[in-house]
């Protein structure tokens, strides 16, 4: 069973550009969760997704920041006109269940970094 | 809002040394989770307790609930340096299902 899939593991944007993050989760998984870690820093929650739905985007500036989790692929989040301070590293984490006694499974991130 | 703090930030042991990081959340949690973070790689679920007062062991980790489940803590007896990482506190806000992590006790084991 393979693991939380995310692509690009890592991405370089320049100022003012678009950054697209694709978060595959678990097989039979259909929660998916957003966190932003800057480093040497704690995880932030950003969003928490089902299929077709946002469930809970408290943790999402409310400009430039949209995620997505389509009936089919993955979950995209997606950052546009980045700035130097978008650069951090992005974790999905996926779930069997909305139920929080779940664990999470964590996907390799991706380190994003705004020049 | 609520909040989930972990002391010490930083811990810098000798190999063979114990180990303990607490956390502490200023609302009642229904449950806590424990995450080790590897330097560069990502959050891997440790364990999960739910009970008040439950202690669970995991050969040298030892994670305890809090009566009042509010805070719990994770203790490393004798540790390696395979213990190195950030280890994370978790829990549920209340009413949502969104978790907030702590802010996590970075461990360096000296050998």
């Known amino acids: 069973n393979a693991g939380v899939m995310q692509n690009p593991r890592h991405l370089v944007r320049r100022r003012g550009q678009e950054a697209r993050l694709r978060c595959s989760p678990m097989k039979g998984h259909s929660h998916v969760y957003w966190y932003r870690q800057l480093p040497e820093e704690g995880l932030k929650f950003m969003v928490y997704l089902q299929k077709e739905n946002i469930i809970d985007e408290s943790g999402m500036p409310k400009e430039r920041f949209s995620a997505e989790f389509p009936k089919e692929g993955p979950s995209i989040l997606r950052i546009q006109q980045v700035v130097r301070g978008d650069s951090a590293a992005y974790f999905c984490?996926?779930?069997?269940?909305?139920?929080?006694?779940?664990?999470?499974?964590f996907g390799p991130g991706t380190r994003l970094t705004v020049t | 809002g609520q909040q989930v703090m972990q002391i010490p930030q930083y811990q810098h042991v000798q190999e063979g040394e114990d180990f303990t990081t607490y956390c502490n959340s200023s609302?009642?949690?229904?449950?806590i989770q424990w995450y080790k973070q590897r330097p560069g790689g990502h959050p891997v679920f440790l364990i999960q307790l739910v009970k008040s007062g439950e202690v669970k062991k995991q050969k040298r980790l030892t994670f305890q609930f809090g009566e009042a489940k509010k805070n719990s803590s994770l203790h490393i007896t004798a540790t390696q340096t395979t213990d190195v990482g950030t280890y994370f506190c978790a829990g549920p806000t209340s009413g949502t299902y969104k978790y907030i992590f702590g802010t996590g006790t970075r461990l360096k084991v000296l050998a």
């Open positions: 984490a996926s779930s069997p269940a909305r139920d929080p006694s779940y664990e999470q499974y």
């Open positions: 609302t009642t949690l229904s449950n």
